[in-house]
C-alpha cells in the first residue's frame, strides 16, 4: 500500500532494534503496509544505509487507512522527551 518515513530525534532512551539493540540521535522511521494491513518497521541513523527492525513482530492495521496515523503516533513516541 505504501511506505512512510519520518526524521526525528530519538529520545534519550534510544529505539529498541532486533539486530543491535538500542540506537539512538537522529533517526529515521520507515513504516511499510502490504494491502492485508502487515505493518513492517525499519529504523536508521540518518544517511546511513543500513536499518534495522524495530523490536517486537507481526505488526498488523485492521485498517490500512490508519497506516498514516500509526506512522505519526510512533514518530511521535519514539522522539517524546524522558520524563
Known amino acids: 500500500m505504501g511506505e512512510l518515513i519520518t526524521t526525528f530525534n530519538a529520545s534519550p ?3 529498541m532494534t532486533n539486530e543491535v539493540g538500542v540506537i539512538s ?3 529515521e522511521l520507515r513504516s ?4 492485508d494491513g502487515t505493518l513492517e ?3 536508521r541513523y540518518v544517511g546511513a544505509e543500513e536499518s ?3 523490536i517486537g ?3 498488523r492495521l485492521h485498517d490500512v487507512r490508519d497506516h498514516a496515523l500509526v506512522h505519526r503516533l510512533l514518530t511521535t513516541v519514539l522522539a517524546r522527551p524522558m520524563g
Not at 32 to 35: I, L, R
Open 13 to 15: 532512551d534510544g529505539v
Open 25 to 27: 540521535g537522529e533517526l
Open 32 to 35: 511499510t503496509c502490504d494491502e
Open 41 to 43: 518497521l525499519a529504523i
Open 52 to 54: 534495522y527492525t524495530v
Open 57 to 59: 513482530q507481526d505488526y
